[in-house]
């Protein structure tokens, strides 16, 4: 494997923004299911904008990096700008991951979007899962992601609970 970058030597040696807010207005935690890591992000939203964040990971040095480095990345966003935040951006803040990392990086935007949607929630307005605040489309982009969650546990040989108005689970084992 390549090695890491100055940088995400630093962020694992010294990450930043690590703990838990108290009273946060969104938490977002995401699981990744082959290696088990997980990230937890915590924001404070003041008139919209992201004032603060902190981060729990329980995951490998680049996911620590990736986590330290998103909270610095998206202190001061609008909601709309942080929302625009991409895996690949916080990798590139971090000079680069080697790319077999690179996956690793997805837990940060996807832990980001799960805190933001649990804001939106307790604003009274949802966050469709292709990331827009208004999508016009959300019944096909929930469609689309059920698609590509199947697959990827499927492809990972992952079982997935479907859901219980399911035809999968009626009269199925209670195991
Ligand atoms: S190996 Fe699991 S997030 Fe990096």
């Known amino acids: 494997m390549e090695p890491y970058t100055e940088k995400v030597m630093d962020h694992i040696r010294n990450p930043r923004n690590v703990g838990e807010i108290d009273d946060p207005d969104g938490v977002g935690e995401i699981g990744n299911p082959i290696c088990g890591d997980v990230m937890r992000l915590y924001i404070k939203v003041e008139d919209n904008r992201i004032t603060d964040a902190k981060f ?13 480095m ?8 609008t909601i709309e700008d942080a929302l625009r935040l991409s895996n690949r951006a ?25 805190a933001i949607r649990d804001y939106m929630a307790k604003q009274g307005q949802q966050l469709c899962v292709c990331g ?3 999508c016009p489309c959300r019944p096909e982009c929930e469609e689309r992601e059920r698609t590509r969650e199947r697959a990827h ?5 992952i079982e997935v609970e479907a ?9 199925g084992s209670t195991n």
Do not use: N, W
Request: negative net charge; hydrophobic residues 45%.
């Open 70 to 77: 998103l909270t610095e990345l998206v202190i001061g966003k």
């Open 153 to 157: 546990a499927a492809a990972h040989g």
């Open 90 to 114: 916080v990798a590139e803040a971090l000079d680069g991951l080697p790319p077999v990392k690179m996956h690793c990086s997805a837990l940060g935007e996807d832990a980001l979007r799960a």
């Open 56 to 68: 729990q990971t329980f995951g490998c040095g680049a996911a620590i990096a990736v986590s330290s």
């Open 163 to 171: 859901p219980e108005d399911s035809p999968a689970t009626a009269g």
């Open 132 to 134: 827009e605040l208004d």
